[in-house]
């Protein structure tokens, strides 16, 4: 079996922070530029249409396409709904070398998310839909993925195995950003902190003609690659009972931290 590695996601992570560094920078360089603003808020620009950049960083771009739109419905408040395809990225570096895979029969999901947001009058310049904002939101994410196997032992004899693994997670919580447009046009959201309340249905399964200890080696890399693949889960997961019952039905603490970037119109 290999050892749980947690390179994948400080990688992942690394990225996101070098992104959100270049962004600020980019924001602060234009910031101190001169900005023609249309206090007019019948003139003001009050749509976006945005990508979710996180996702594509953690899961792979091809993994996960996200789209949003936004709409200010006063000079201090907005809201936003985002939702698109999503997929989880290969199982491969959590299974033994002793297994095969033969192909990936299922590998689907969708993210639907929508929040409101008061565009803080006090700490704000410009109407909504820019500067810093606080509340509420909603999300849910759906991932699927089923994988084929084949396991030798160095004889003859093959067995076949199928891994079932889903994931659903509704979380409802509040967040804190800020949004600069750049430009007049070039959105650039950070939805910097969302805490929440989450509810996670997991399913992980090993399935087939193989023995209880091979069952048990593919079950336990299913488990390693979820709290790889998400962070913070091991938090909120049961290994024992993923383990047991391949089933984790639970509320916990739940999370939203975004990337987004759009066009301002």
């Known amino acids: 079996m290999k050892k749980t590695s947690r390179n994948g996601w400080a990688s992942s992570s690394g990225g996101i922070f070098l992104v959100i560094f270049l962004l600020i920078s980019c924001a602060n360089l234009a910031v101190g530029q001169s900005i023609n603003s249309d206090s007019s808020w019948k003139k003001a620009r009050k749509n976006i249409?945005?990508?979710?950049?996180?996702?594509?960083?953690?899961?792979?771009?091809?993994?996960?396409?996200?789209?949003?739109?936004?709409?200010?419905?006063?000079?201090?408040?907005?809201?936003?709904?985002?939702?698109?395809?999503?997929?989880?990225?290969?199982?491969?570096?959590?299974?033994?070398?002793?297994f095969y895979m033969e192909q990936s029969s299922k590998n689907s999901g969708f993210n639907i998310s929508g929040d409101y947001r008061f565009y803080l009058k006090k700490e704000n310049k410009y109407n909504a839909p820019r500067g810093v904002y606080i509340g509420p939101y909603y999300s849910f994410n759906q991932f699927k993925r089923n994988n084929d196997w084949t396991f030798k032992k160095g004889d003859p004899e093959e067995q076949m195995a199928n891994t079932t693994l889903g994931l659903s997670i509704h979380t409802f919580g509040a967040e804190v950003g800020y949004q600069f447009i750049l430009w007049d046009k070039l959105a650039i959201d950070l939805l910097m902190f969302g805490p929440g309340l989450s509810n996670y249905y997991i399913k992980a399964k090993a399935e087939g003609n193989l023995s209880e200890e091979n069952k048990e080696k593919l079950q336990?890399?299913?488990?390693?690659?979820?709290?790889?693949?998400?962070?913070?889960?091991?938090?909120?997961?049961?290994?024992?009972?993923?383990?047991?019952?391949?089933?984790?039905?639970?509320?916990?603490?739940?999370?939203?931290?975004?990337?987004?970037?759009?066009?301002?119109?």
């Open 49 to 98: 249409i945005r990508y979710d950049l996180t996702g594509g960083l953690l899961f792979g771009m091809s993994n996960y396409i996200v789209f949003g739109y936004e709409r200010a419905v006063n000079p201090h408040q907005s809201f936003s709904i985002n939702t698109g395809k999503v997929g989880l990225p290969k199982v491969f570096d959590f299974v033994p070398d002793s």
């Open 220 to 265: 336990e890399a299913l488990t390693q690659y979820i709290n790889d693949k998400f962070p913070g889960m091991n938090y909120v997961l049961d290994e024992d009972g993923l383990k047991a019952k391949g089933v984790v039905n639970t509320w916990s603490f739940g999370y939203r931290f975004i990337i987004h970037v759009g066009f301002n119109f």
